[in-house]
């Protein structure tokens, strides 16, 4: 079998409600669907976001171009199975383009399994867990109430792990904690997530302040650059710290393992390259004794098939991660004939061939961009 062709697909969705963490609010989602053709007619999918943040500056049309101009003709006419060469090849041609590899890295497991009838987990290490947990991702919102409204949301949808946006008002931010603990007392996990946004000094100052509450893991407190801070940090506060946007390869997350700068890492398909890349940053964690956060930008049921996926086959622990922000509430549309939808607080793994969800063509022609 032979790869053909790589067809984008730029989309833009709604956000159910805008989407504000400490870096802006959004309305709408830009996201890009490639489907990998081959010789034999068998086509995979794979989805990357054109987030603009956490170290990338790629917008959509960028994606695509990369993807048709670069990509295309240095992997037409070879085998789909071969995908550590290809990325290897992709990276080459493009050094770090993560976002853009992501997306055809994930086709290609997606043609992987669908020619031997399998989902793509059994292609990893088989079937460890058919079910995941995962966390609700509190975005800010303008009061305290709006915030405790949209917890109890999840609550009662059998959410018990919230991802709390925080980094732009310290006296908020302590508010939101005290009154979600209030709210909830010890039945739920929260978690905060600054994307970067604080100073050394603000960051110390709001974590001593939250330590009284139980926080199970401060995400990315301080810049994307600041391995030295989240070190300190570490040693500075007794709530455990994540590594998120610092972290994109295996080198970036081997720094953070070496310095001892966090001991949780998040990943995420768009950031890290797609499911072979996440894989082993999993691997290297586990190694180093982290804790593994399965995360993504908000995305279709594409990219949340991808990480649950690696998730049904990770032998290890995992936390329940925000990789199901977007079919959690968080976007307004879907591109799939049978969306993903968090049941319980768990996301079923899918069981189909492949990646395990198939594109809707209706909802595809209505929110693609490029006719
Ligand atoms: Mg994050």
């Known amino acids: ?19 504000k963490i400490s870096q802006g609010a959004r309305d709408t989602l830009e996201t890009l669907i490639v489907r990998v053709h081959t010789d034999e007619g068998l086509v995979g999918i794979g989805e990357t976001q054109a987030w603009r943040r956490q170290g990338s500056a790629e917008v959509l049309w960028s994606l695509v171009r990369t993807i048709k101009d670069h990509f295309e003709p240095l992997i037409a006419g ?12 992709l990276n080459e041609a493009l050094y770090n383009t993560l976002y853009a590899q992501a997306a055809v890295a ?7 399994g669908k020619a031997v009838g399998l989902p793509v987990h059994k292609l990893f290490a088989g079937e460890c867990r058919d079910r995941v947990r995962i966390g609700g991702l509190l975005a800010m919102k303008p009061t305290v109430g709006e915030l405790i409204e949209s917890a109890q949301g999840f609550y009662e ?20 904690v005290v009154a979600l603990r209030g709210r909830f007392g010890d039945g739920v996990v929260l978690r905060v997530d600054a994307n970067g946004a604080l100073a050394y000094d603000a960051a110390l100052a709001l974590l001593k302040k939250l330590e009284p509450y ?14 030295e801070g989240l070190a300190a940090l570490c040693r500075a ?33 768009a950031k890290n390259g797609g499911m072979y890349r996440v894989w082993r940053l999993w691997t290297l964690a586990s190694a180093a004794g982290m804790r593994i956060y399965p995360g993504n930008h908000p995305s279709t049921s594409v990219a949340t098939a991808a990480v649950a996926q690696l ?24 591109i799939v004939t049978e969306p993903i939808v968090p049941v319980n607080g768990e996301i ?24």
């Open 311 to 334: 998730c049904a086959a990770w032998p290890g622990p995992l936390m329940e991660g925000v990789f199901a922000v977007g079919v959690s509430g968080a976007l307004g549309a879907d």
């Open 106 to 112: 994930d086709a290609l497991y997606d043609i992987a």
């Open 78 to 89: 070879r085998s789909p199975f071969d995908i550590g060469g290809i990325l290897t090849t």
């Open 237 to 269: 506060t007794s709530i455990p710290i994540m590594a998120d946007e610092s972290v994109s390869t295996d080198h970036s997350l081997l720094e953070v393992i070496r310095r001892r700068a966090a001991t949780v890492v998040q990943t995420k398909i």
């Open 214 to 227: 139980d926080i199970d893991v401060a995400e990315q407190p301080i810049p994307i650059w600041d391995l």
């Open 1 to 19: 079998m032979k790869i053909t062709e790589i067809e984008t697909i730029p989309l833009r969705l709604p956000f159910a409600q805008p989407f």
């Open 348 to 371: 079923r793994v899918p069981s189909g061939p492949g990646l395990g969800v198939d594109l809707d063509p209706k909802a595809i022609e209505r929110y693609r961009i490029d006719r």
């Open 157 to 176: 949808r059998g959410f018990r792990h919230f991802g709390l946006k925080i980094g732009i008002d310290p006296k908020q931010d302590l508010a939101n």
